[in-house]
Every structure is written in structure tokens, then in C-alpha cells.
């Protein structure tokens, strides 16, 4: 069965620290995977999206890595904001013809001044 | 910046009652996409266009919910009659996609209708 799963499931930190979230997926045939940040009451936005061959991929603060053998991806904020204060999703495309999006239930992140 | 424009914002409606969500693509995208999030499932994909197309509603109920782009700048989504578990936030989500290539390509999202059925 195709699966996304993300951790932790939330986490505080202060503000100007570093963390590290997870995702690890069981899919097949892979496509890509993407990193989106949500704020709370808004749609979310491509951090960054990375194919088989890719392992590493950065936009600013936010560096994502891909394992394409252990199935398994991590976002790293450096420096953390206030404004990084949301939950982050990880997604999975898989190619079936059309394509499919296997959505990870996210990470919510509160960053503490 | 271009952004994808979604009307209503808010929807609070009582079961049974017919609803339509609208969604302005990005000028030039090609690609549109319709998703549910709900705090219980997260993001669902309920059905994508291309070149005003449908190519995959398989996420989408179909005895009561349709979705349909009559022109290039409108895409809607229309659940009737709705019911109570239909409550959620609905985003619709556009890109631009080169024909043939894979969907490498960043989504682009609107900020969603907040639909709440009594």
C-alpha cells in the first residue's frame, strides 16, 4: 500500500536553532517528492521538489534530502524564524499513468521567540 | 505574483443544499487540481484537469460531487446534495505542465473555501 509517514507529529523549538523533520514512504512507481510549508489558514507552498536522481535540493534556509534506497526524505531549517512557525507536508507523486499524490499527515512546527 | 484566486472563502450551508466552489488558475497554467484537507485524513486529491480536461477524478465521490473548467480561467467544484462529512477546507491548486513530461513542476495553491455543512 502506498504510504507516506512524517515525524514527529509536532515540535517547539527556539528561534534560531536548527531541526531536522523526517519522512519515509512505501511507494511505488516513484516519481518525485515535494516538501510544502502550510501556514494556518492558507494553502500550502513548494518548498521543493526532488526526483529519484536528486539528493539534495536547498531553497534559502530549507534543505531537503532524498534516500531513494531506504525511501527516505528530510527537510532541515537552519537558523529558524518565527515566520517558519507552521506544519509541513511531504508528498510523494506516483506514476500510474496519470499521476497519484500521497499526502504525509504533516509536522507542525512552533518556533518560540 | 500571480496567485490562485478561490471564491467563497467561507461556505456555511445546510445539509442537502447544493455548493459551488470557484477557482481562477494562474494565467497560463495548464494544470489544476482540486484537494480536500481535513484535520482527520490531510490532504486528498479529488480530481485534476489538463487543458481544461479531466485526467484522474478517482479521488472524488462521484454521486454527488462533479468538477468542471468551462473555460480556461474558471474551474469548479459542485457538491449537491452535500452532507455534513463533506465539511473541510478545499483547495484548488494550478501548474503548468510541458505534454508528455513528467509533474516535476511546483503547485501552486489557492487559499482554500472553508466549507461547513449542518
Known amino acids: 500500500k502506498n504510504q507516506v509517514e512524517q515525524s514527529p507529529q509536532s515540535l517547539i523549538i527556539l528561534e534560531g536553532k536548527n531541526c531536522t523533520l523526517q519522512c519515509n514512504y512505501t511507494v511505488s512507481p516513484f516519481s518525485n517528492l515535494r516538501w510544502y510549508k502550510q501556514d494556518t489558514g492558507r494553502g500550502p507552498v513548494s518548498l521543493t521538489i526532488?526526483?529519484?536522481?536528486?539528493n539534495t535540493k536547498s531553497n534559502g534556509r530549507y534543505t531537503a534530502t532524498l534516500d531513494a534506497d531506504t525511501k527516505q526524505s528530510s527537510l532541515h531549517i537552519t537558523a529558524s524564524q518565527l515566520s517558519d512557525s507552521a506544519s509541513y507536508i511531504c508528498v510523494v507523486s506516483v506514476n500510474e499513468g496519470t499521476y497519484k499524490y500521497i499526502f504525509g499527515t504533516g509536522t507542525r512546527l512552533k518556533v518560540l521567540a | 505574483d500571480a496567485r490562485v484566486t478561490q471564491t467563497p472563502r467561507h461556505k456555511v450551508t445546510e445539509m442537502g443544499q447544493e455548493v459551488t466552489m470557484r477557482c481562477q488558475p494562474i494565467l497560463g497554467h495548464n494544470t489544476v487540481f482540486w484537494y480536500r484537507q481535513t484535520m482527520m485524513q490531510g490532504l486528498e486529491l479529488l480530481a485534476y484537469?489538463?487543458?481544461?480536461?479531466?485526467?484522474?477524478d478517482s479521488g472524488m465521490p462521484k454521486d454527488r460531487f462533479s468538477a468542471e473548467m468551462p473555460d480556461a480561467t474558471l474551474a469548479t467544484l459542485k457538491i449537491q446534495p452535500s452532507e455534513p462529512r463533506d465539511s473541510a477546507v478545499y483547495f484548488c491548486?494550478?501548474?503548468?505542465?510541458?505534454?508528455?513530461?513528467?509533474?516535476?513542476?511546483?503547485?501552486?495553491f489557492g487559499d482554500g473555501t472553508r466549507l461547513s455543512i449542518l
Open positions: 484537469f489538463r487543458n481544461r480536461a479531466p485526467l484522474d
Open positions: 526532488m526526483t529519484f536522481s536528486e
Open positions: 491548486a494550478s501548474g503548468l505542465v510541458a505534454s508528455g513530461h513528467s509533474s516535476n513542476q511546483p503547485q501552486h
